[in-house]
Every structure is written in structure tokens, then in C-alpha cells.
């Protein structure tokens, strides 16, 4: 029971950065931008993060300076693409290239230095039941905000106006330009709040998982949250679900192997991006497409003039 | 309108007499390369080897230039960054990770010219060197530490790749504990990366819950030895002295020591007396060293590891001795047989007593 309970909190804290991460890109592809630099934006927020932390002794410094990092990092996306028009696909590339780089360089002091460990929620009573309470109700503040923030992004893309405006802008920049609205102003919300995403799932990864710094860190993290929001063909429950599934795989065939139960390790590895590709494949056909729901405007740039 | 023209060539001239300047400076210097797996800031595998660059060029001074590529990964990017560095002028290449064996070996045939030094492989050519520390010594040594400290008598390995390297670690380090703990279990866990902090503390993580309470790891960060500390566990460091990382956790560590290997062959490339050589150095080698025993380890066990290493360092002890069984029962070593080189070097099986099989 003791084991079970620690695989389940394993793959929860595993799939975590992965949830922050997915859920942004989702908002930010869902108004039809795609942002590549997923993993620039994470790196920076474990930096951030990691070093707010430290020089100030407060997680929640930390967390809200990991936010604004990727929100800054995202900002200048959102600048080059949406202001300037450059191409999404190779400035997401080269914010990918430029976060690794430039966490690196200001980072430097900071590989070698150790935070505390991040406090663990109390629930009164909740906390304290049997099994119940160790499997769902001692986990850090920072995943239960994640769950929240899949729902609340849920709810703001089901039952808002705004909600159905971004859609809209996804799905048909030239028709919500057409009736008034401003595709540019809520192309840049969208991408800076997908920014501040990545920017927690960073610090997640920097202040409760490992919790160190060191450059690379993120190790591929963004590219696999890109991955889920295709997989989860862009509802945020399913990329959730997508990230849970593949943090399980990860914690399931480490534990396995300790059992001595071999699976190749370099087959489950390739999982996550198999199905990606198969979900891929499924959305190239036309007739799944519309219900696949992926934004039909999505990675084109938007000229007002036209 | 003459005065500016005058100057324009003025300021023509300066610039081309100092950009010859600078190429005739560059020109002169020995530039030796070096490529990493990981981040230099890794506080591991790779953090070393940008030790020894940083050694080189503090030996020679402004007689050398060094240039490096962190973080290359093994395959075709690998092959490309060494292309790139040998086009640039480099002397001497040195790359630092296994992987890098075929892509060296691709690239030395075309340029013959420049001198390549690959670390931990086993392919040679007229310029190509391969060199490598025998970490088996330090891990049986850390092997007899771990045996003696666990409570749980369950030993914890974080693999990466199922190369020779790593097999004979894994299988230094059980002979080791099984030495002074006949009812050791080690359990293995592959992450397929050298460098993967989250994955290693998942793994390291995964590993404590099974009930290891002495960890190795056979991945370059720090990770690891962070859990191990925050679990209140035991682990033996990598590559670097770790200690910031987990002060009560680390019981010893083995740490690379490159830094007087690539002197030696820097000045032997410069002076013209670099050959082609196979260089695989023990602890009597100075190329591998351990820090100050933690604290918490008893006397007489540190005594035995002392007594461990320096037998090792004399020759007096081989930790691959016989009789040993491979992992099926078959016989591998006879009584008092010594391994050789060559079958250590390819390792691909585990011992007998090891649990789990080895993946492919």
C-alpha cells in the first residue's frame, strides 16, 4: 500500500511541469498561434525560480518571478511574431536556443546552491485520513493550482465570452477581425499567459523536483508538452491526462525495473512521441479533422490590411 | 574630398594590417578542442572534463587556444560539431563522451592532419588516441563502503546506457558489496541519459521506495545525490565531489581527475612527440581520486577502504579476481584468474548475484 501510494505521488509530481507547460501551449494554440519555444520559456522559469528563491528566501517570490521570466520570454514572441510577422515556426526555434543559452550564462552562480524543501499542503482532517489522505491531500500548493488551472481553463474556453472570442480567433482570424475584434491584443495575451505556464512548470521542475539548478535542465520537457497538447488535440482535460499518462509511464518502468522487470527502457521512452504521431496522422485526415478540433488558423500569421 | 579619402584608406589599411595581425597571432597558437555531452555546469562527467580544459590553458598560456561544444549529443550532431571544429583549425580534438567513437573515427579519416583524443572507446587510428579511467577501481573500493552502511542490505544503481563502461561498474560495485556483505541485493535502474535531472530523481526516488538506502549513480547530475540527502539515505557521488549537494548524504565519491592527462598530451602534440596510444589509467595513475571519508562512516571501514584502494593502486589486488560466474552460472574467471583488458573493456553481461537482465 506504502509502495502504491509513493508510485501514485511519483507520477503526479513527475507529470506536473508537464501539466503547466501543456495547458499554456493549449491556450496559446487554441487562439491559433503556435509557439515552439516551449522549452526556452521553461528553462528560464526554473532559473528565475530557483534563483528568486534563493536570494530572497521565498518560495512565493520564486513562483511569481518564474511567471513574469516566462511571460517576458513569451512577450518577446509575442513582439517578433504578432508586431514584427516573422515566422512562428523558426522564432518559437530560436526562443527554444536563446532561453537555453541564456539561462546558462545566468545561471552560472546558481548550479551548486540548494534550496529548502518545498513545503507540503495540511489539510485539516483531509490530510490526516488513512491512505485517502497520503494519496490526494499532501501534495505541494503547486499541483493542486495546476488542476485548477486546467479547469479554470476549461471553464474560460466552455462558458466565457472571451473564451469563445480566442477560439474564435483561432479558428477564424479574418472573421472575429471582421466584427471588431483585436486578434493582435488577444494573440498577445494568450502567448504571455502560455509564457507564465511554462514559466511554473520550470520552477516546479527547479524547486520540488529535483530541487537544484543546473543548466539543460528541463531536458526535452518542452518538447514533450507540445507533444501532449496535439496528443490531447487541444482540450485541456486530455492533454492533463496526457501528461498524467506519460509521467506514469516514466515513474511505472523505473519502478518496474527495480522489480527486475525489464520492458526496453528505450521503447517507453518513444511512447509519448508515437502517439503523437499517430494523433498527427489522424488529424491530417480531413474528415477527423473538425472533430479533432484543431484551430484551423493555427501557425499562420495574421495581416490586418488583407 | 581628398583629406577623406585619404582617411578612408587610413582606417582600410589599420583594419587589414591588424586583422593580419590577428590571424598571423592565431597562426602560432595550438588549439585544441574538446567536446562535451553534457553542460559544462553539470557538477559531473562533463564539468570535469571543462576542468582539465581550464587546466590546459593555464599551463600554456597564451601559446594555446582552447575552444569547446557543450551539451553535443551522441550521433550525426555529434560528427557535425567535430567536423566543424577540425575545419577550424583545431590541433587536437578531444571527445570526452563513448558515444562519439564512430563519429571520431569518420572524421579522423578526413582529416588526417589533426590529432583526436576519444574518451572511454575502444577504436584507435594513426590519430586517434582513446584514453579512460579505470572507475571499476574506485566503485568496487565505494562497493565495500556501501556493503558495510546499509541497514536494508539493498543497494541502488542508476544506469544510463548498457555499455561496457557502465556494465563492468555495475558489476565492480556488487563484487565489492558482496565482499563484505554476502546477503547485498542491487537493484539496477536504467534512464537512458547521461544527463537527465528529473528522470535521475524519479529514478533515485523510485529506488529509496524499494528500500535502497546506499545509492550509486551512473548519470553526470547532481540529482541523486540531492534526493539521497533530502531522504536522509547514503550515496556514493559521481564524477565530482558532490558533497555540496548532499553533505550528509555522500559517502564517498569517485572524481575524474583529467587535468595533468590532457597537460601531458597537449605538450606532447605540441612538441611533435604525440603517437597514437591506448591510455587507461587506474587509481596509481593519479587520473581517478576520492574525497574525505564522510564523517559518519566508521573507522575500521574506512581503513578497509583504504586498504582496498591502496592494494588496488600497488597491483596487488584485481577486483575482476576469480572464481566468478557470469549471471546464467556459466564459469568466466578460474580461481585466482585475473580479467583481462580486453574482455573488461567489452563487458556485456552481468555477474552472478546481479538481478535483472541487461537491456539490448
Same mark, same amino acid.
Given at each position: 500500500?506504502?509502495?502504491?501510494?509513493?508510485?501514485?505521488?511519483?507520477?503526479?509530481?513527475?507529470?506536473?511541469?508537464?501539466?503547466?507547460?501543456?495547458?499554456?501551449?493549449?491556450?496559446?494554440?487554441?487562439?491559433?498561434?503556435?509557439?515552439? *519555444?516551449?522549452?526556452?520559456?521553461?528553462?528560464?522559469?526554473?532559473?528565475? +525560480?530557483?534563483?528568486?528563491?534563493?536570494?530572497?528566501?521565498?518560495?512565493?517570490?520564486?513562483?511569481?518571478?518564474?511567471?513574469?521570466?516566462?511571460?517576458?520570454?513569451?512577450?518577446?514572441?509575442?513582439?517578433?511574431?504578432?508586431?514584427?510577422?516573422?515566422?512562428?515556426?523558426?522564432? +518559437?526555434?530560436?526562443?527554444?536556443?536563446? +532561453?537555453?543559452?541564456?539561462?546558462?550564462?545566468? *545561471?552560472?552562480?546558481?548550479?551548486?546552491?540548494?534550496?529548502?524543501?518545498?513545503?507540503?499542503?495540511?489539510?485539516?482532517?483531509?490530510?490526516?485520513?488513512?491512505?485517502?489522505?497520503?494519496?490526494?491531500?499532501?501534495?505541494?500548493?503547486?499541483?493542486?493550482?495546476?488542476?485548477?488551472?486546467?479547469?479554470?481553463?476549461?471553464?474560460?474556453?466552455?462558458?466565457?465570452?472571451?473564451?469563445?472570442?480566442?477560439?474564435?480567433?483561432?479558428?477564424?482570424?479574418?472573421?472575429?477581425?471582421?466584427?471588431?475584434?483585436?486578434?493582435?491584443?488577444?494573440?498577445?495575451?494568450?502567448?504571455?499567459?502560455? +509564457?507564465?505556464?511554462?514559466?511554473?512548470?520550470?520552477?516546479?521542475?527547479?524547486?520540488?523536483?529535483?530541487?537544484?539548478?543546473?543548466?539543460?535542465?528541463?531536458?526535452?520537457?518542452?518538447?514533450?508538452?507540445?507533444?501532449?497538447?496535439?496528443?490531447?488535440?487541444?482540450?485541456?482535460?486530455?492533454?492533463?491526462?496526457?501528461?498524467?499518462?506519460?509521467?506514469?509511464?516514466?515513474?511505472?518502468?523505473?519502478?518496474?525495473?527495480?522489480?527486475?522487470?525489464?520492458?526496453?527502457?528505450?521503447?517507453?521512452?518513444?511512447?509519448?512521441?508515437?502517439?503523437?504521431?499517430?494523433?498527427?496522422?489522424?488529424?491530417?485526415?480531413?474528415?477527423?479533422?473538425?472533430?479533432?478540433?484543431?484551430?484551423?488558423?493555427?501557425?499562420?500569421?495574421?495581416?490586418?490590411?488583407? | 574630398?581628398?583629406?577623406?579619402?585619404?582617411?578612408?584608406?587610413?582606417?582600410?589599411?589599420?583594419?587589414?594590417?591588424?586583422? #593580419?595581425?590577428?590571424?598571423?597571432?592565431?597562426?602560432? %597558437?595550438?588549439?585544441?578542442?574538446?567536446?562535451?555531452?553534457?553542460?559544462?555546469?553539470?557538477?559531473?562527467?562533463?564539468?570535469?572534463?571543462?576542468?582539465?580544459?581550464?587546466?590546459?590553458?593555464? /599551463? @600554456?598560456?597564451?601559446?594555446?587556444?582552447?575552444?569547446?561544444?557543450?551539451?553535443?549529443?551522441?550521433?550525426?550532431?555529434?560528427?557535425? =560539431?567535430?567536423?566543424?571544429?577540425?575545419?577550424?583549425?583545431?590541433?587536437?580534438?578531444?571527445?570526452?563522451? @563513448?558515444?562519439?567513437?564512430?563519429?571520431?573515427?569518420?572524421?579522423?579519416?578526413? @582529416?588526417?592532419?589533426?590529432? @583526436?583524443?576519444?574518451?572511454?572507446?575502444?577504436?584507435?587510428? %594513426?590519430?586517434?588516441?582513446?584514453?579512460?579511467?579505470?572507475?571499476?577501481?574506485?566503485?568496487?573500493?565505494?562497493?565495500?563502503?556501501?556493503?558495510?552502511?546499509?541497514?536494508?542490505?539493498? #543497494?541502488?544503481?542508476?544506469?544510463?546506457?548498457?555499455?561496457?563502461?557502465?556494465?563492468?561498474?555495475?558489476?565492480?560495485?556488487? #563484487?565489492?558489496?558482496?565482499?563484505?556483505?554476502?546477503?547485498?541485493?542491487?537493484?539496477?535502474?536504467?534512464?537512458?541519459?547521461?544527463?537527465?535531472?528529473?528522470?535521475?530523481?524519479?529514478?533515485?526516488?523510485?529506488?529509496?521506495?524499494?528500500?535502497?538506502?546506499?545509492?550509486?549513480?551512473?548519470?553526470?547530475?547532481?540529482?541523486?545525490?540531492?534526493?539521497?540527502?533530502?531522504?536522509?539515505?547514503?550515496?556514493?557521488?559521481?564524477?565530482?565531489?558532490?558533497?555540496?549537494?548532499?553533505?550528509?548524504?555522500?559517502?564517498?565519491?569517485?572524481?575524474?581527475?583529467?587535468?595533468?592527462?590532457?597537460?601531458?598530451? =597537449?605538450?606532447? /602534440?605540441?612538441?611533435?612527440?604525440?603517437?597514437?596510444?591506448?591510455?587507461?589509467?587506474?587509481?596509481?595513475?593519479?587520473?581517478?581520486?576520492?574525497?574525505?571519508?564522510?564523517? =559518519?562512516?566508521?573507522?575500521?571501514?574506512?581503513?578497509?577502504?583504504?586498504?582496498?584502494?591502496?592494494?588496488?593502486?600497488?597491483?596487488?589486488?584485481?577486483?575482476?579476481?576469480?572464481?566468478?560466474?557470469?549471471?546464467?552460472?556459466?564459469?568466466?574467471?578460474?580461481?585466482?584468474? =585475473?580479467?583481462?583488458?580486453?574482455?573488461?573493456?567489452?563487458?556485456?553481461?552481468?555477474?552472478?548475484?546481479?538481478?535483472?537482465?541487461?537491456?539490448?
Amino acid at each position: 500500500m506504502e509502495l502504491f501510494t509513493s508510485i501514485f505521488v511519483g507520477i503526479i509530481i513527475a507529470a506536473t511541469p508537464l501539466v503547466f507547460a501543456a495547458i499554456g501551449e493549449v491556450v496559446v494554440e487554441r487562439s491559433g498561434v503556435l509557439n515552439l *519555444g516551449v522549452e526556452g520559456m521553461i528553462i528560464i522559469g526554473a532559473l528565475a +525560480g530557483f534563483a528568486f528563491t534563493v536570494e530572497t528566501g521565498s518560495f512565493s517570490l520564486g513562483v511569481i518571478a518564474s511567471m513574469v521570466a516566462g511571460a517576458a520570454m513569451a512577450f518577446l514572441f509575442a513582439v517578433l511574431t504578432q508586431s514584427l510577422m516573422t515566422n512562428q515556426v523558426a522564432t +518559437g526555434l530560436a526562443l527554444t536556443m536563446f +532561453g537555453l543559452g541564456l539561462s546558462a550564462l545566468l *545561471g552560472q552562480g546558481y548550479s551548486g546552491k540548494s534550496v529548502p524543501t518545498f513545503p507540503k499542503v495540511d489539510i485539516p482532517y483531509l490530510s490526516d485520513l488513512p491512505f485517502i489522505g497520503d494519496l490526494f491531500f499532501k501534495f505541494d500548493i503547486l499541483v493542486y493550482l495546476s488542476i485548477a488551472l486546467v479547469i479554470g481553463v476549461l471553464w474560460f474556453f466552455e462558458k466565457t465570452r472571451t473564451g469563445l472570442t480566442v477560439r474564435a480567433i483561432g479558428d477564424n482570424h479574418h472573421a472575429a477581425h471582421s466584427i471588431g475584434y483585436s486578434v493582435k491584443k488577444y494573440r498577445y495575451l494568450t502567448i504571455m499567459f502560455g +509564457g507564465a505556464c511554462a514559466g511554473i512548470g520550470g520552477a516546479y521542475l527547479s524547486l520540488v523536483l529535483t530541487p537544484l539548478w543546473v543548466e539543460n535542465m528541463s531536458s526535452g520537457r518542452g518538447w514533450i508538452a507540445l507533444a501532449l497538447v496535439v496528443f490531447g488535440a487541444w482540450q485541456p482535460v486530455r492533454a492533463m491526462l496526457g501528461a498524467y499518462l506519460f509521467g506514469g509511464i516514466t515513474i511505472l518502468q523505473l519502478h518496474s525495473q527495480g522489480f527486475g522487470i525489464t520492458i526496453d527502457p528505450q521503447l517507453l521512452s518513444m511512447l509519448p512521441y508515437l502517439a503523437t504521431i499517430v494523433v498527427l496522422v489522424l488529424i491530417s485526415r480531413e474528415t477527423v479533422k473538425s472533430k479533432m478540433r484543431s484551430p484551423a488558423c493555427l501557425g499562420t500569421p495574421f495581416y490586418a490590411s488583407q | 574630398m581628398k583629406r577623406w579619402r585619404l582617411l578612408a584608406w587610413g582606417i582600410v589599411a589599420l583594419c587589414a594590417g591588424f586583422s #593580419l595581425n590577428i590571424s598571423a597571432q592565431a597562426a602560432d %597558437k595550438f588549439k585544441v578542442g574538446f567536446v562535451y555531452v553534457g553542460p559544462v555546469g553539470d557538477h559531473g562527467w562533463s564539468y570535469q572534463h571543462h576542468e582539465g580544459l581550464k587546466a590546459v590553458q593555464k /599551463a @600554456f598560456g597564451d601559446k594555446v587556444e582552447t575552444t569547446y561544444a557543450e551539451s553535443v549529443s551522441e550521433g550525426p550532431d555529434a560528427e557535425r =560539431v567535430i567536423t566543424q571544429m577540425a575545419q577550424k583549425g583545431a590541433d587536437l580534438i578531444f571527445a570526452t563522451s @563513448f558515444g562519439y567513437m564512430n563519429p571520431v573515427i569518420k572524421v579522423a579519416k578526413r @582529416f588526417p592532419k589533426v590529432k @583526436f583524443e576519444h574518451a572511454t572507446g575502444f577504436k584507435r587510428a %594513426k590519430n586517434v588516441s582513446t584514453y579512460n579511467v579505470r572507475f571499476y577501481e574506485g566503485r568496487y573500493a565505494a562497493g565495500i563502503v556501501a556493503g558495510r552502511m546499509t541497514k536494508t542490505n539493498t #543497494l541502488g544503481y542508476i544506469a544510463s546506457f548498457p555499455i561496457p563502461e557502465v556494465v563492468m561498474g555495475i558489476n565492480a560495485t556488487y #563484487l565489492g558489496a558482496k565482499s563484505v556483505n554476502p546477503n547485498i541485493k542491487l537493484k539496477i535502474v536504467w534512464v537512458s541519459s547521461w544527463f537527465d535531472p528529473g528522470k535521475e530523481t524519479a529514478a533515485a526516488k523510485a529506488l529509496r521506495d524499494q528500500g535502497v538506502d546506499v545509492m550509486f549513480q551512473h548519470t553526470d547530475s547532481a540529482a541523486p545525490m540531492k534526493l539521497a540527502q533530502q531522504e536522509g539515505i547514503y550515496a556514493i557521488g559521481q564524477a565530482s565531489d558532490m558533497h555540496s549537494f548532499g553533505p550528509d548524504a555522500q559517502l564517498t565519491s569517485l572524481i575524474d581527475s583529467w587535468n595533468p592527462y590532457y597537460i601531458k598530451r =597537449v605538450k606532447e /602534440a605540441m612538441e611533435g612527440t604525440w603517437k597514437s596510444e591506448d591510455v587507461w589509467g587506474g587509481i596509481n595513475s593519479g587520473m581517478l581520486s576520492f574525497p574525505e571519508m564522510n564523517k =559518519v562512516v566508521p573507522a575500521e571501514v574506512a581503513a578497509e577502504f583504504k586498504t582496498t584502494v591502496d592494494a588496488i593502486s600497488a597491483g596487488k589486488f584485481h577486483p575482476f579476481t576469480g572464481p566468478l560466474k557470469k549471471q546464467d552460472g556459466t564459469p568466466f574467471l578460474a580461481d585466482g584468474e =585475473v580479467i583481462t583488458d580486453g574482455v573488461l573493456a567489452s563487458m556485456n553481461f552481468y555477474i552472478e548475484g546481479v538481478e535483472g537482465s541487461l537491456p539490448k
